[in-house]
Nanobody, 120 residues
Framework: QVQLVESGGGLVQPGGSLRLSCAIS????????MTWYRQAPGKEREFVAI????????NYADFVRGRFTLSRDNGKNTLYLQMNSLKPDDTGVYYC?????????????WGQGTQVTVSS
């Protein structure tokens, strides 16, 4: 059974930090590109950051570059998003997504999301 379980969200003051995790099971994590998205209230889901299957390449949305760091541990089947210098605009539900060619077709798997609230 495929599962992506996000954790680490919560309430934090502006300027604070959080570390999100996305724990994977049910497929071969090391074969998949991983992406974080977020969705603020009343807005569309937007891209935050992406990491290659090996972890060697990352890319970030301009609004988080320099503040967020994406990493993965393929031995632990876990994706991480270190979020520093958080702003109220970072508030939203954060989702991880796995994408890859597996068993003869392209597959996308989503987690259920974790809430991040940045407020004083």
């Amino acid at each position: 059974q495929v599962q992506l379980v996000e954790s680490g969200g919560g309430l934090v003051q502006p300027g604070g930090s959080l570390r999100l995790s996305c724990a994977i099971s049910g497929f071969t994590f090391s074969q998949y590109v991983m992406t974080w998205y977020r969705q603020a209230p009343g807005k569309e889901r937007e891209f935050v950051a992406i990491i290659s299957s090996t972890g060697g390449t990352t890319n970030y949305a301009d609004f988080v570059r320099g503040r967020f760091t994406l990493s993965r541990d393929n031995g632990k089947n876990t994706l991480y998003l270190q979020m520093n210098s958080l702003k109220p605009d970072d508030t939203g539900v954060y989702y991880c997504k796995a994408s890859g060619w597996d068993r003869d077709r392209w597959r996308d798997y989503w987690g259920q999301g974790t809430q991040v609230t940045v407020s004083s």
